[in-house]
């Protein structure tokens, strides 16, 4: 814990303007980024004495060991740093709104040929119309459902919508009548683009013109006795009135606004906006966030306007925006928003009529959400820290291990050794510092020799961040940092800016999956680096037993400790991530193919070769010649392939298990060469998992 005065700005340095500031701890990493009118004066409020500051102010100053500030010109431009700095660092201290990427949206591709109408989740791309967000898909697919008897606009995937193109036959929506059906050109492009854009329109909220018009071509169709085209019509007119009623008018102005409401007590906030546009709600949404430091309503209102607003451009940004309490001051956000609009916007407190009564409804919401958040969250937060507590004592520790790394290694009889490291941060996972290695400095089996590699490894590169900022006095040179990646040493680390490294914070508790030896192992890697304060544990499976260093017995944890079951956790996670990775390495094996090892080809050229000749055994009996007459490859290339492949022996026939048929034709092909490989020796009928998209991340090669 350090002394706020430690790091104190001396009076005169700090600018009397406005600006950003940032506190950072001592591994230089941005725990909270701030903006003010006046630096020296907001500054000055953290430095006081510690008895007079909110328990969770006290708490950052505290945790950070330095401070540093941007001048800029204007509130505004103070505004957009702040906002960038919080989407860039995302400091621990900070106020942030869980985010709502998993709403559902309603959405338009305007920027393909044919426009498709679908659900949609997570960022928001150019060129794509949305409404929303929703509650739930279903009720977008029921609405949509709805609309298109009136406009049959496209629905189906890519993939379909190619296959019915060259079948020359629509999927089952074009022949019931609710899909216009361009992929047979039952429409063009144009007509088909204008369905598209008059289905965004109905959306968004331009109903009166639709309805009106198809009206008139009822009582015309009527009049000229057409009895199944008016009654057809009247349908379409039912259809788009009940659509319409899924959104009940609130504002009978047909106002475009949005309406964000908090509810607050000492500790957390909840947030609850609602989307009204023309007049109808079409969409809400709600976050809750703790409430870093003592911070007004106004404040809250601001961070919440930044997370809403901060990636939106043009008419996502209404017309008027209702909030329960201004910014103070007001003017710069007022003016942030009219750049994000591109015109002007409203921001104002809500006084009398339908706009105050509709403000009370979603502060209800507000005050609801806040309430459930709380039950649940009481349960959670208690267990958690009654299990961090039992895992020092248990352990003997001197605190609660806030940060604990968990490390398994995975491979197969031998095969493809590889290690995971898992993060846990306050009991929960912190998946964007999960990290993978590949085990270099040996052939074969050995879990312990693993072990003791991977943890070197990782804390050589701790101690290579310490002795780049003069931390670390006695260390070893570094070198594993930029060991097998192509890079220098210390290029990992070379990011002075806060934002997160690799390896660079050293947890309080190391968890290896293992017993005894594994335990030895990794505290033997700690003691030859030095490392003296990083306590080890290991939990075996048979019996789930503790080992710690040193200890001939185990600690025995009982069955109903939550301390036990968060090390159950830990461990569980480390072994699910080290076996993805280690069937992603083995997957890869089995595809190889001859043409990898051909100098110079790239893998364009090496599809171009399979597609034209079928397979690499009848790309081995080629001339070349033959081999030439594949686009892009010219005479030296030919001769190299034909080279490489005589030098190779054929594989093996695949053989059909079944029958004993020897399958000549596909013995050879890059897809099938390997039998059944696609499923774990030790699993039989397990398909090979390709991993998540976020375990690939850190990956050390």
């Given at each position: 814990m350090a002394d706020p005065s430690s790091y104190r700005p001396k009076p005169g340095q700090i600018p009397d303007s406005p600006g950003v500031y940032r506190f950072r701890d001592e591994h230089r990493r941005v725990i909270y980024v701030g903006k003010a009118k006046s630096l020296r004066q907001r500054l000055a409020n953290y430095f006081q004495d510690l008895a007079g500051l909110h328990p969770r102010t006290r708490t950052m100053v505290t945790t950070a060991a330095s401070v540093e500030w941007t001048v800029v010109s204007t509130e505004v431009e103070a505004l957009q740093l702040e906002y960038s700095w919080i989407k860039e660092y995302d400091p621990r201290f900070n106020v942030k709104y869980r985010d709502d990427k998993s709403y559902p949206y309603l959405a338009v591709t305007m920027n393909e040929e044919y426009p498709r109408v679908q659900v949609m989740r997570g960022q928001k791309r150019k060129g794509v119309r949305y409404f929303g967000p929703y509650?739930?898909?279903?009720?977008?697919?029921?609405?949509?459902?709805?609309?298109?008897?009136?406009?049959?606009?496209?629905?189906?995937?890519?993939?379909?919508?190619?296959?019915?193109?060259?079948?020359?036959?629509?999927?089952?929506?074009?022949?019931?009548?609710?899909?216009?059906?361009?992929?047979?050109?039952?429409?063009?492009?144009?007509?088909?683009?204008?369905?598209?854009?008059?289905?965004?329109?109905?959306?968004?909220?331009?109903?009166?013109?639709?309805?009106?018009?198809?009206?008139?071509?009822?009582?015309?169709?009527?009049?000229?006795?057409?009895?199944?085209?008016?009654?057809?019509?009247?349908?379409?007119?039912?259809?788009?009135?009940?659509?319409?009623?899924?959104?009940?008018?609130?504002?009978?102005?047909?106002?475009?606004?949005?309406?964000?409401?908090?509810?607050?007590?000492?500790?957390?906030?909840?947030?609850?906006?609602?989307?009204?546009?023309?007049?109808?709600?079409?969409?809400?949404?709600?976050?809750?966030?703790?409430?870093?430091?003592?911070?007004?309503?106004?404040?809250?209102?601001?961070?919440?306007?930044?997370?809403?607003?901060?990636?939106?451009?043009?008419?996502?940004?209404?017309?008027?925006?209702?909030?329960?309490?201004?910014?103070?001051?007001?003017?710069?956000?007022?003016?942030?928003?009219?750049?994000?609009?591109?015109?002007?916007?409203?921001?104002?407190?809500?006084?009398?009529?339908?706009?105050?009564?509709?403000?009370?409804?979603?502060?209800?919401?507000?005050?609801?959400?806040?309430?459930?958040?709380?039950?649940?969250?009481?349960?959670?937060?208690?267990?958690?820290?009654?299990?961090?507590?039992?895992?020092?004592?248990?352990?003997?520790?001197?605190?609660?291990?806030?940060?604990?790394?968990?490390?398994?290694?995975?491979?197969?009889?031998?095969?493809?050794?590889?290690?995971?490291?898992?993060?846990?941060?306050?009991?929960?996972?912190?998946?964007?510092e999960y990290r993978r290695f590949q085990i270099k400095g040996f052939e074969g089996q050995d879990d312990v020799r693993s072990m003791h590699e991977v943890i070197g490894r990782r804390f050589k590169r701790y101690i290579a961040e310490k002795e780049k900022t003069g931390e670390w006095a006695d260390g070893t040179d570094g070198q594993e940092s930029g060991r097998g990646t192509g890079r220098e040493p210390g290029d990992d680390l070379k990011d002075d800016e806060g934002r997160p490294k690799r390896f660079a914070y050293p947890p309080q508790l190391v968890v290896v999956d293992g017993g005894q030896p594994q335990v030895a192992a990794a505290q033997r890697a700690l003691d030859e680096l030095g490392i003296d304060d990083i306590a080890v544990c290991g939990l075996a499976k048979r019996l789930e037993e503790v080992w710690v260093p040193g200890e001939d017995d185990p600690v025995i944890l009982p069955r109903t400790s939550e301390g036990l079951y968060l090390l159950q956790r830990v461990r569980d996670e480390a072994h699910r991530f080290a076996i993805t990775y280690q069937r992603v390495k083995r997957a890869k094996r089995f595809r190889a193919s001859p043409l990898d090892d051909v100098p110079g080809l790239g893998e364009a050229r090496k599809q171009a070769l399979i597609k034209h000749f079928g397979s690499v055994k009848k790309l081995r009996s080629a001339t070349i010649d033959q081999i030439r007459e594949v686009p892009g490859i010219g005479q030296k290339t030919a001769e190299t392939i034909a080279v490489a492949l005589a030098q190779t022996a054929p594989a093996a026939p695949a053989v059909n298990t079944a029958t004993g048929e020897i399958m000549d034709d596909t013995a050879d092909t890059p897809d099938t060469q390997d039998g059944a490989s696609g499923t774990r020796a030790d699993a039989p009928g397990e398909p090979v998992a390709a991993g998540a998209p976020d375990e690939r991340r850190g990956q050390e090669k």
């Open positions: 509650g739930h898909a279903w009720a977008i697919r029921d609405t949509v459902d709805l609309l298109l008897r009136v406009f049959p606009v496209r629905t189906c995937s890519a993939g379909v919508f190619k296959n019915a193109a060259r079948t020359g036959r629509p999927c089952l929506l074009g022949y019931i009548g609710k899909c216009s059906a361009p992929c047979v050109g039952r429409v063009t492009a144009e007509e088909h683009r204008e369905l598209a854009d008059e289905f965004s329109d109905f959306m968004a909220g331009r109903t009166g013109t639709y309805i009106r018009r198809l009206e008139q071509r009822m009582t015309e169709a009527a009049e000229d006795m057409e009895y199944e085209r008016a009654a057809r019509l009247r349908d379409d007119i039912e259809a788009l009135r009940k659509a319409m009623e899924k959104s009940a008018v609130v504002l009978a102005d047909a106002t475009d606004a949005d309406l964000i409401a908090v509810a607050e007590d000492e500790l957390e906030a909840a947030v609850q906006i609602f989307h009204v546009r023309g007049g109808r709600v079409r969409g809400q949404r709600g976050w809750v966030t703790d409430k870093v430091e003592e911070i007004t309503t106004g404040a809250l209102v601001e961070h919440a306007l930044q997370q809403l607003y901060g990636e939106e451009k043009g008419d996502s940004v209404p017309k008027e925006v209702l909030v329960p309490a201004l910014p103070d001051p007001v003017e710069p956000v007022q003016e942030w928003l009219a750049e994000r609009r591109g015109s002007g916007v409203s921001l104002r407190i809500p006084q009398r009529g339908d706009k105050k009564a509709l403000m009370e409804t979603v502060q209800r919401n507000a005050q609801q959400s806040l309430m459930l958040h709380k039950t649940k969250r009481a349960s959670d937060l208690t267990t958690r820290s009654r299990a961090l507590e039992e895992i020092a004592e248990a352990l003997d520790l001197d605190s609660a291990p806030l940060r604990i790394e968990c490390y398994d290694i995975s491979h197969l009889q031998g095969d493809d050794v590889v290690a995971s490291m898992v993060v846990f941060e306050d009991g929960l996972q912190r998946k964007s």
